[in-house]
């Protein structure tokens, strides 16, 4: 499948190599086969008008089993076992909270035999803090990974992640979370903690440039869609053209991004700023000099209400960006709309019922991250041309999403509950095809949850400043901030990036493997976790349980049983085999990854 | 030890991809792959293999005035002034008399431009040849080169990052597989973080430990996560080859001997106004010598808009020696022809002195040096007028000089790498290589 995608990204002839790809996905089933008649993938593209076709009424339990089901059937592929109780407590934990269950949490939920406790579970983890930080630092992680934030920005990205937080928290709608962002204005002060820090996201950008790198990131954070592409030139295979990017543009025409407070020649905090005239031009192919003067429009052409259209003309552009496009038709202070009634009028567009593209977005991206592969891949690159796995199934669920007022709990709730997040891994799968959701693909954590879930398992880590400088290694702004920081920066990747390309490194692998402080936790003694369980348990086939239930969430298999007893047979010194066993544990594969 | 190192090469090109570029480039529908390569084509792989660049990274924008375009005698040139170098007509500021000692080896170019005034966009610029676009993660000069021309097989990093004082953190590998991200060393004088064995963990115990670690990972593997930990055994391998690595000890200067050591300058710890930067350089030398293919040395506190003379004055006496030493050495060690070594910042700074005497962003004309990987040393490129407000003469874009940089370690600046959404991105747009330097 993903061969397929990138043909389709590339506009070549694909449907040969449809059919290739399904018997490589078919000769995945069990091996029976050697030549299954070629079927048809369930892979297609949603027009504007198809998506809201879809019922907007709430999804029931189980109608997500359904569909996904019938589309397998098509395909006749069997989806995975579902996940024993051990397995879903790991993986509900980790994906909501990015945080391992506790002893005490384990022991209960596997003595709880009401039929309704995964249910009950999911609710409980919703209504966390834990859940509110962890998504809230993954939202700030999918708008500062492509930013460029100076120093002065800096400062603030914290208020921003707490901010975030505080929303996800209340359960504000996406459409409220994305209309705070988008209509900001003002200054976020360093002695003013949590004022004003939605501001954030349109402080990402200053300097010439920013006004159509604020509308590239606006367009494929909130709409899933890559519209930059038709920057420079037509896209042969976008319905979106040049024209339509430099349109959308100039809602931002008039906005300049960060700039710094000063007060008595210090930095003080940061703030937005606007222009009260000037409109975007759109570079002349032949004279990028100058260009055409454009006019806010929408993805669907549409003028935002209350527009004030100026009449287009040529004039220069200014590399500076100040007054990009001169004073247009409407001149020094007049004509034209102002900044924030163009981001006003652009963020009414966006959370219009009616555009069926934000709640797609925002379902296809955390359904990808729930099951690991999404619809559209990657998670932020859809459209009208682009092909969708199931795109049936996901217009479905983003109809519900838009018909509760995105509610982002309930749409964790929907997904969650479904037999589909419930499935297990299953051997043979090949990491680069798309699973078509049949069993789950296993994804990295990121830096926070891969953080956290090493303090659950060993107890809090040492963070403080190794060394004279702080151990280095975690790029300029993490050596300030001890091993925590380092360690995040170090494991932190693009949350918008494909599972199957988000990779380990060597410095991920070395601080594992040889950290002091971490090795410190690691050892057998005073209060550490494994000091502890060795008194407790004198059995070590106990002793073993317990380290892989703390660690992995799981029992160990028979096989690595065996391995382990012989392990602590040839070792002879009970402590160090199990530093050795914990060691190889937290440097697993498995360790790291969500399941 | 280069030449065992280059014996090993493999002349079919395969391993080159990984498998996701392999499958990105089939995806593009490339039709290299089925070709075979010519022996000629064997030589140019073979020589582009040997070639190294050292960058080194003046964070902040280093005044050109202060450096490699005095204007003593100008109102703009403040009191800074000149010294004769090696090259009979050619003279630079008055505080780098190593660098004047090795000119026959550099190359100036005085009409260095870009169009980005602000820190972070000119880093960003100057570091991946482009401007941020959203949506898109532009490589490193670093990552890029290594992906090229990086040695298969081989024991460290191919692009190590040292020390800082800059804002390169989000510039890293881009869409490139992780494998050319750079290998981050803060501080030269000690050995990089964790590439040491714990106290109570000897060889053999993290042999031990990693065979569990090995026999332990089947079962996974074998209920679905082979290709997980198909990839993960590849960085934990490519970790634990770095700990038992022979060629570690190159990070190790202390290997070096005192007088080594003064030579290239000992610059009080602290990451702002310059630092380890000498020691960054020879850690360079070093870590070039031993078959790593790109190392960048970044250099903190040239963002002088207050005591601008009086701060350049002691940044140019670390700078000159770390600089000058490392051209001196790669020159007697023969090095020199197969390593590129850039100077350069994210800017130039005002020809007016301001009001603080300092000087503020200048990226309308500035200058930046290189020296080797056929590069003819003792020229200058490109003049400014006689205030250093503008160029005269021959002015090098960004694309230029990338263009440039790809000629000189024989990449082909025009070949297109896929983005994760199948977008074509060349490694330079636009721009052509500065003949006149070769």
């Known amino acids: 499948m993903r061969l397929v995608f990138g043909l389709r990204a590339t506009c070549l002839g694909v449907v040969g190599l449809l059919l290739t790809s399904a018997g490589l996905v078919t000769a995945n089933a069990p091996k029976k086969e050697e030549k299954k008649p070629a079927v048809t993938l369930p892979v297609g593209a949603l027009d504007t008008k198809d998506w809201l076709k879809y019922s907007t009424k709430a999804i029931e339990p189980g109608e997500i089993d359904r569909l996904v089901n019938a589309e397998l059937v098509k395909v006749k592929i069997k989806p995975a076992a579902l996940t024993n109780d051990e397995q879903f407590l790991r993986r509900a934990y980790i994906d909501l909270t990015g945080k391992l269950p506790s002893q005490t949490d384990i022991t209960e939920f596997l003595a709880d035999k009401t039929p309704t406790k995964r249910a009950k579970l999911i609710d409980k983890l919703l209504e966390t803090d834990e859940y509110a930080k962890h998504w809230g630092n993954y939202w700030r992680t999918v708008i500062t990974t492509r930013a460029t934030i100076d120093f002065r920005l800096q400062q603030v990205v914290p208020q921003y992640e707490r901010w975030m937080t505080a929303q996800l928290k209340a359960n504000k709608s996406w459409a409220e979370i994305t209309r705070e962002q988008l209509t900001a204005s003002g200054k976020i002060m360093y002695n003013e903690p949590d004022k004003n820090a939605q501001a954030f996201f349109l402080m990402s950008r200053r300097g010439a440039d920013a006004v159509t790198e604020i509308a590239a990131e606006t367009s494929r954070i909130f709409l899933g869609i890559q519209i930059q592409c038709a920057q420079c030139h037509d896209h042969p295979s976008d319905v979106w053209k040049r024209q339509n990017f430099h349109e959308f543009a100039a809602y931002f025409a008039r906005y300049r991004g960060e700039r710094p407070v000063l007060e008595e020649k210090k930095f003080v905090g940061v703030q937005l700023t606007s222009l009260p005239f000037g409109e975007h031009r759109m570079p002349d192919k032949n004279d990028p000099k100058s260009g055409l003067s454009m006019n806010p429009k929408f993805l669907d052409g549409k003028a935002p209400a209350g527009a004030k259209p100026v009449a287009s003309t040529k004039g220069p552009i200014d590399p500076k960006g100040f007054g990009k496009g001169g004073f247009g038709k409407g001149g020094f202070g007049g004509g034209g709309m102002s900044d924030e009634a163009r981001r006003k009028g652009l963020t009414d567009q966006i959370t219009d019922k009616n555009n069926p593209w934000f709640a797609a977005a925002f379902v296809n991206r955390m359904w990808g991250e729930l099951m690991g592969q999404a619809f559209y891949s990657p998670i932020d690159d859809l459209g009208p041309q682009k092909d969708a796995m199931m795109p049936t199934v996901l217009a479905r669920v983003s109809g519900s999403f838009r018909g509760n007022d995105y509610n982002i709990k309930q749409l964790f709730r929907d997904i969650m509950n479904s037999e589909t997040y419930q499935r297990q891994i299953r051997p043979g799968e090949p990491g680069e095809e798309h699973l078509m959701f049949a069993t789950r693909n296993l994804v990295r954590m990121?830096?926070?949850?891969?953080?956290?879930?090493?303090?659950?398992?060993?107890?809090p880590i040492n963070s403080g400043l190794g060394g004279k400088f702080g151990a280095a290694g975690a790029g300029p702004l993490g050596r300030f901030g001890g091993l925590e920081q380092q360690f995040k920066n170090e494991f932190s990747f693009d949350p918008s990036t494909k599972a199957e390309e988000i990779e380990g490194s060597i410095s991920q692998a070395l601080m594992l493997m040889n950290n002091p402080q971490i090795n410190q936790r690691i050892r057998a003694q005073g209060n550490n976790m494994l000091a502890r369980i060795l008194s407790s348990y004198k059995e070590d086939d106990e002793a073993l349980r317990a380290v892989y239930l703390r660690t992995l969430g799981r029992r160990p298999t028979d096989r690595e049983l065996k391995t382990l007893r012989g392990h602590i047979g040839s070792v002879g010194n009970r402590s160090e085999?199990?530093?050795?066993?914990?060691?190889?544990?937290?440097?697993?594969?498995?360790?790291?990854?969500?399941? | 030890m280069s030449t065992q190192l280059h014996m090993q090469v493999q002349v079919n090109d395969d391993g080159v991809f990984s498998r996701r570029s392999f499958l990105r480039t089939v995806a593009a529908g490339a039709a290299g792959l089925g070709l075979m390569p010519t022996l000629a084509a064997h030589a140019q792989e073979l020589r582009r293999r040997q070639m190294a660049c050292i960058l080194l990274f003046m964070n902040g924008g280093p005044s050109q005035f202060e450096t490699f375009d005095p204007k003593p005698g100008h109102t703009n040139g403040g009191p800074t002034q000149s010294i004769q170098t090696a090259v009979n007509s050619i003279r630079i500021a008055d505080s780098w008399p190593t660098v004047a000692r090795e000119m026959g080896s550099i190359a100036l170019v005085r009409s260095m431009n870009n169009r980005e005034g602000e820190h972070q966009r000119a880093t960003y610029l100057m570091k991946t040849g482009y401007l941020p676009v959203g949506g898109v993660r532009f490589p490193s000069i670093g990552s890029l080169v290594a992906s090229e021309i990086g040695p298969r097989d081989f024991d460290l990093p191919q692009f190590v990052q040292i020390g800082g004082g800059g804002l390169g953190g989000a510039i890293n590998n881009g869409f490139l597989p992780m494998q050319y991200a750079p290998f981050?060393?803060?501080?030269?004088?000690?050995?990089?973080?964790?590439?040491?064995?714990?106290?109570?963990?000897?060889?053999?115990?993290?042999?031990?430990?990693?065979?569990?670690?090995?026999?332990?990972?089947?079962?996974?593997?074998?209920?679905?996560?082979e290709a997980r930990v198909t990839d993960h055994r590849a960085h934990v391998n490519g970790a634990a080859n770095m700990v038992r690595s022979p060629r570690l000890q190159a990070f190790d200067l202390s290997r070096e001997t005192a007088a080594t050591r003064d030579r290239y300058g000992r610059g009080a710890g602290g990451f702002g106004g310059g630092g380890a930067f000498g020691q960054g350089c020879l850690l360079a030398r070093r870590l070039v010598e031993t078959g790593v293919t790109f190392v960048e040395v970044g250099m903190g506190g040239w963002d002088t808009h207050q005591n601008n003379f009086d701060s350049c004055r002691t940044l140019s006496a670390q700078s000159d020696a770390g600089f000058g030493n490392l051209v001196k050495d790669l020159r007697e060690r023969n090095m020199l022809e197969r390593t590129l070594v850039i100077w350069?910042?994210?800017?130039?700074?005002?020809?007016?002195?301001?009001a603080n005497n300092g000087r503020d962003h200048y990226p309308r004309a500035f200058s930046i040096a290189m020296a080797g990987a056929g590069i003819r040393g003792g020229r200058v490129l490109g003049s400014t007028s006689d205030g250093g407000n503008d160029i005269t003469n021959r002015p090098v874009g960004v694309s230029d000089l990338f263009c440039t940089i790809c000629h000189a370690l024989g990449i082909d600046p025009r070949k297109e790498n896929q983005t994760p959404i199948g977008r074509p991105i060349r490694i330079v747009d636009g721009g052509n290589a500065v003949r006149e330097l070769f």
């Open chain 1, 577 to 595: 085999a199990f530093e050795d066993i914990l060691w190889a544990l937290i440097n697993s594969t498995e360790f790291q990854m969500r399941r």
């Open chain 2, 344 to 354: 350069m910042g994210e800017f130039g700074r005002t020809p007016r002195i301001n």
């Open chain 1, 446 to 459: 990121n830096g926070n949850a891969m953080w956290q879930t090493l303090n659950t398992v060993l107890g």
């Open chain 2, 184 to 225: 981050r060393v803060g501080n030269p004088n000690q050995m990089p973080a964790n590439t040491t064995l714990p106290g109570d963990t000897s060889r053999t115990r993290f042999d031990r430990r990693l065979g569990l670690m090995q026999d332990l990972e089947r079962d996974f593997a074998e209920s679905g996560g």
